[in-house]
DNA sequence: TTCATAAGATACGAATCCGTATCCAATTCG
DNA sequence: CGAATTGGATACGGATTCGTATCTTATGAA
């Protein structure tokens, strides 16, 4: 359990009238990153269950008092990472057009995975127990929910558009290009490989939309 | 963090010579299905992180020595416990009938969730930064490669049967049932209702069988 | 330059957990 | 019934982590 201080990142070169000397201790944003850095390597070199405040402070390179100030749990202070690092699927431009569309928003939660070093999933289920499950519900509500019901916008207007059958409108069709990226991400690598989105796309959430072919199934 | 010992379970009324004695302490297959359940229970109620040998031992009212006289780690024992519960695709009689087939396999997936009260998936993840990663790979190997390739091949035999589409026979359709019933026991409830299930295989496996992305999308 | 603020270092007591050792005794089988 | 096996109880030392307190000092802004 090999905890590497970030030692060269505290050795900044300074702007300034200063300039050129090298200063020791980082500040605000600058200290943030460093340790939201350090929670997800933990995250992904020790796990969830592993991962302390010890653990954290050591690996950013700072001290526990530092991390105290700002957090009073390990849950919170991994909520507040999880803020800062998952994207926004709201921040997504649509633009009409179906498989653009649905392939932005699935590569958005493609991006909830490598923008946490692929930590993302391991966190849902962390929790367990909990009475307030902040982590959990953090990733569902800031990046989960949110694709499943852009997805669903998309494919409405579509139907209404008249591109798609009205029936494929609907929260199964659109959890299912979610489904199989959280899936992958779990079952065989943390970090979702661009080919694989584009193969659930064109091979999954885009021929649910179309028309049946036969009815011979029932 | 209330921890209810199992002591109802210990006072068992003895058949045989001594029968109608009540015995005070379990052997054997009997103790052993108390310490799964207080596994399943402690994953249920605490999670995995927070799930510890003391905390096992007491909630199946036995002591520690009895744990490491059979498992020198809570991992171990997790495994051991999956083993025990988890289904087994291999069993699943399959008839030949795509519907019923396919349907079949997704309730055995369904079935390692209620079977681990809830906990299967909680768990795949569980392990990061571990070198042998024993409880992931117990449930990665025992249910969920097997049943993605179970639904592969009921797909393979359709297509060669004239059923289906043969692209369909592919092995992103084989696991987009188990990723949609992945995602719901993570995101919503741990056990999967039997109406999800079907609608599954009625609305995103069956359909994904004989459709194909129109060109009109492009 | 001065001062307020926040970073960083360190120490400390308490609690928990682990893994082991030892012992007693319930249970089963020959 | 007696012996072997296994269940259960308990104690213990060591390690780790937590959360807090205290102090020094680097940093940035006025």
Redesign the pocket.
């Known amino acids: 359990m090999g905890v590497v201080p970030a030692d060269r990142q505290?050795a900044e070169v300074?702007q300034g009238p200063r300039a050129g000397?090298v200063?020791?201790?980082?500040?605000?944003d600058t200290?943030l990153e460093a340790i939201f850095d350090a929670v997800f390597d933990q995250l992904r070199t020790v796990g969830y269950a592993?991962l302390?405040?010890?653990?954290v402070a050591a690996a950013a390179?700072?001290?526990?008092?530092?991390l105290?100030?700002r957090w009073a749990?390990?849950e919170g202070m991994i909520a507040d990472a999880l803020r800062h690092r998952l994207p926004s699927p709201g921040d997504i431009p649509l633009t009409g057009d179906l498989r653009a569309d649905v392939h932005a928003l699935l590569r958005c939660v493609q991006a909830s995975f490598s923008a946490t070093r692929g930590t993302a999933f391991q966190l849902v289920s962390a929790e367990a127990g909990c009475g307030r499950p902040a982590i959990r519900q953090t990733i569902i509500d800031h990046v989960v929910e949110p694709c499943v019901e852009l997805i669903g916008e998309v494919l409405r207007r579509a139907a209404e558009r008249g591109e798609i059958r009205p029936e494929a409108a609907s929260e199964l069709v659109a959890a299912s290009g979610p489904a199989m990226l959280v899936q992958y991400s779990l079952i065989r690598e943390p970090v979702v490989p661009d080919e694989f989105v584009a193969s659930v796309v064109d091979q999954i959430v885009l021929p649910l939309t179309t028309r049946s072919a036969s009815a011979e199934h029932r």
């Open positions: 505290r300074t000397v200063a020791t201790r980082r500040r605000g200290l592993n302390t405040m010890d653990r390179g700072t001290s526990k008092t530092v105290y100030r749990t390990k």
